[in-house]
């Protein structure tokens, strides 16, 4: 047997005690998903005169093992007395993507997946009714992936208020709708740590002349008389008339989250477009001023812990340095 194959074998049995003593040096990550894509979005029912102004907010942010970066953009409006706007047309607004590790390119609301480390947050306004006069879409995600880093965290959030005017002596009613789809998957494979995915959408509408009182609605997928609460606004309704595909496929207030190696959990997942269909019809409004909002926020927050090796690993090892050590002696003897 020559030299160069002994030293071949030994080379091998260090490559796979270390292997072994190591877990998941082999496809391990920890990773995170969020997405929510609202589309048709649309109100029906106000006066035309009710709508004041408007003002839309996007902030992309995104943390890779202590390196941070933060995108953010805004825009607002007038529809009466004048229409004046800061906001683009297509698209409304769209600040930059958030992102750290393997670029993953701006506007990319497909899955990226485990293949590569990064943390990345992206969001878009695409239409706004108010703006260009169609049913108004937003797109956001935040997804993330560790394989050799400990930590990262990311989230896209959506803030959008309409004010509005409600003439003394009538009510106003008015309903909006929308179609949505959501997407979230935590998964660890191979290593230990933690991964967590969030995903919230709030309507509110608040009364801001002093009379106080709001009604406020958090789609959790399933059609409840007590998802849309109205407080302190007297004769005032709101009931849900569309709620999702279900609590298992459809609420835009949901949070999963795995600690366990191996693991896949996911929820409403889907990497092509599965959307289902939300709305409130809200009656007896009495006259006053109104600051109608909508809140998402999609986020993933996650750890990354390299397993301890086992004594029987670490045993291994042993052998194998040993091997090598006993290697070089033979060498020198024989120099």
Not at 241 to 260: E, F, W
Request: with cysteine.
């Amino acid at each position: 047997m020559t030299k160069y194959f002994k030293k071949t074998l030994v080379a091998a049995a260090v490559a796979g005690a270390v292997a072994a003593a190591i877990p998941g040096t082999a496809s391990a990550y920890v990773y995170g998903l969020s997405s929510l894509d609202i589309t048709n979005f649309s109100i029906t029912g106000l006066p035309s005169t009710s709508v004041t102004t408007y003002t839309f907010t996007e902030t992309n942010t995104a943390t890779l093992n202590g390196t941070s970066t933060i995108q953010s953009a805004n825009c607002n409006g007038t529809v009466n007395p004048s229409v004046t706007t800061t906001c683009g047309t297509s698209p409304v607004l769209d600040p930059l993507a958030a992102q750290l590790g393997t670029p993953t390119g701006q506007n990319n609301f497909g899955f990226v997946g485990t293949g590569v480390e990064y943390a990345r947050a992206d969001s878009i306004i695409s239409t706004a009714q108010l703006v260009n006069g169609t049913p108004s879409s937003i797109n956001t995600i935040a997804e993330d992936n560790l394989i050799t880093g400990t930590n990262a965290s990311d989230s896209a959030q959506l803030q959008s208020t309409t004010n509005l005017t409600f003439t003394v002596g009538t009510t106003t009613s008015f309903s909006l709708a929308f179609l949505a789809d959501v997407d979230q998957r935590v998964a660890i494979s191979n290593t230990g740590g933690s991964s967590q995915s969030n995903v919230q959408a709030t309507f509110r509408l608040t009364r801001t002349d002093g009379s106080g009182g709001f009604i406020l609605w958090n789609p959790d997928g399933t059609i409840s008389a007590g998802d849309c609460q109205v407080s302190g606004i007297a004769g005032a309704t709101c009931v849900e008339t569309a709620d999702g595909g279900g609590a298992a496929q459809g609420s835009l207030n949901n949070t999963i989250a795995t600690g366990v190696n191996p693991s896949d959990i996911t929820y409403s997942y889907n990497p092509s477009a599965d959307f289902n269909p939300y709305g409130i019809s809200i009656a007896n409004l009495p006259a006053g001023t109104y600051s109608l909002s909508l809140s998402t926020v999609v986020s993933d927050d996650k750890t990354r812990i390299q397993a301890v090796p086992e004594p029987v690993s670490l045993a291994l090892v042993g052998v194998a340095l040993l091997g090598i050590a006993g290697t070089a002696r033979r060498r020198k003897h024989k120099a």
